[in-house]
């Protein structure tokens, strides 16, 4: 079992991007395609941000990340004119759920 659960995760997460005065993330689909997604990015090479073990697994590291404020979950606003705002993350990777949605929408 992944720790820590959905909930926790999302809660934690909701806490940082309230700091940051970004939209809150309500969604365990959310957080599960990102989670997928920076899993995917481990196992292409992507250097892990935080330290591991042998045995962890890469969702488990993608976890772990999202755990420790090394990646950053957001949904990039459009303005009026339908341009992207820029989020900044400070050093944290980022990961856009904005295009999936999109997808998913279509």
């Known amino acids: 079992m992944i720790h820590p659960s959905y909930q926790e995760?999302?809660?934690h997460i909701n806490v940082v991007n309230k700091e940051k005065e970004l939209p809150e993330i309500l969604s365990?689909?959310?957080l599960v395609l990102a989670a997928a997604k920076r899993a995917r990015?481990?196992?292409d090479k992507?250097?892990?941000m935080v330290n591991?073990?042998?045995s962890m697994k890469?969702?488990?590291i993608a976890v772990e990340e999202m755990r420790q404020e090394k990646i950053g979950l957001y949904f990039r606003e459009k303005t009026a004119s339908e341009e992207e705002v820029s989020t900044e993350y400070d050093s944290m990777a980022?990961?856009?759920l904005s295009a999936d949605i999109e997808e998913e929408e279509e």
């Open 9 to 11: 995760l999302i809660e």
């Open 28 to 30: 365990r689909y959310s």
């Open 41 to 43: 990015a481990l196992i």
């Open 46 to 48: 992507d250097p892990a």
């Open 52 to 54: 591991t073990n042998d």
């Open 58 to 60: 890469e969702l488990s």
């Open 94 to 96: 980022e990961v856009d």
